[in-house]
């Protein structure tokens, strides 16, 4: 599928960190509220980057950047993500991955070879809504196992869930809080609407911000550690 896009320097993305974004397109998720529909309903409308130049200016960068964040789209479904997480390793750089967690398969092989630093993982919704969030097949249990590695990884760890109305509320916060109990880090993320991927999506609107803080209080009571973002 090939790098779609290539950000400057950003800190947020990669929390403590200063970090260059390699965006990877397509998804096996079609979700109605997605940021970044481009990259899941038309990857190869994205121009390919050329790889070796990205590795060129990232050799550059290192001498003030500490790592590179992969997202997407869904940066698992490349083949050639654990070559390119390699590479950056190579740089001596930190690398992050971005993921919907349903791929845990590639999660383990970027473990198992020391090419990950930091893991976030997104929480969409209740476990039982995932079938919503495409047009085919979910398999929940993909994401349940990427959770279960995450909790015993040897790195640093967030799972993420953004507070988008009629999919997230008090129920699917206790639903997740069960599972992630004793994590060290939840990010709890408000909605912004405008490039939804599908348009009703778009006139959502957010959540008040009264809501959201009060969701994050809710996930305090399980985790660590919780970051109310995007406020």
Request: aromatic share 6%; net charge negative.
């Amino acid at each position: 599928m090939g790098i779609k896009g290539f950000q400057g320097t950003s800190l947020l993305d990669f929390p403590g960190h200063i970090a260059s974004l390699v965006f990877l397109g397509g998804c096996n998720l079609t979700c109605p509220f997605c940021h970044n529909p481009a990259l899941v309903i038309e990857p190869e409308a994205c121009p390919d980057l050329d790889v070796d130049g990205i590795f060129d200016d990232l050799q550059e960068r290192s001498r003030f950047i500490d790592g590179v964040v992969f997202s997407g789209g869904e940066p698992t479904l490349d083949g050639a993500l654990i070559d390119l997480a390699s590479r950056v390793k190579a740089l001596g750089l930190k690398v992050k991955l971005d993921t919907n967690g349903l791929a845990p398969k590639v999660i383990e092989q970027m473990l198992d070879r020391d090419l990950l630093d930091y893991l976030a993982i997104d929480l969409k919704t209740s476990l039982a809504c995932y079938p919503d969030l495409h047009d085919r097949p979910v398999n929940g249990n993909s994401l349940l196992r990427s959770v279960q590695i995450a909790m015993g990884a040897p790195v640093e760890v967030e799972f993420r869930t953004t507070c988008v109305p009629g999919w997230v509320d008090e129920s699917v916060i206790h639903e997740w809080g069960e599972v992630i109990s004793g994590a060290p880090l939840w990010a709890i993320q408000q909605y912004h609407p405008e490039h939804a991927l599908d348009e009703t999506m778009q006139q959502t609107g957010s959540m008040p911000a009264q809501a959201v803080e009060a969701l994050a209080r809710l996930a305090e009571g399980y985790v660590e550690r919780v970051e109310v973002r995007g406020l």
